[in-house]
């Protein structure tokens, strides 16, 4: 990705990227490749058309990585019965 324009400095300040920014839609058609460039730096942007927002860009939360396996083991009892079929009227009120 080359072309980025602006000032990559102000993009790193930790202030910067907590705040929400506004663009325009002309702003994201003229320069779609800055907008992205913010957006990588954790910027968050709101995208406005007539001074009224239309739109939010931000950057994705990384994925939280599967639970291992057996993490609760101890933490509850299955009882003895939990296979067992269900009573009549419980088997009834389902139907």
Do not use: Q, Y
């Not at 506004?22 to 994201?28: A, I, L, P, Q, R």
């Not at 007539?50 to 994925?63: L, M």
């Not at 291992?68 to 067992?84: E, S």
């Amino acid at each position: 990705m080359g072309g980025f324009k602006g000032d990559r400095r102000t993009l790193r300040d930790p202030c910067a990227k907590a705040a929400r920014m506004n663009v325009t839609v002309e702003e994201v058609k003229r320069d779609p490749e800055g907008i992205l460039h913010r957006v990588l730096d954790g910027e968050t942007l709101v995208v406005t058309s007539d001074d009224r927002p239309v739109a939010e860009i931000r950057p994705v939360e990384r994925a939280h990585r599967p639970r291992p396996f057996g993490l609760a083991a101890g933490a509850f009892l299955v009882p003895d019965d939990f296979d067992d079929p269900l009573p009549e009227d419980v088997l009834w009120d389902l139907e």
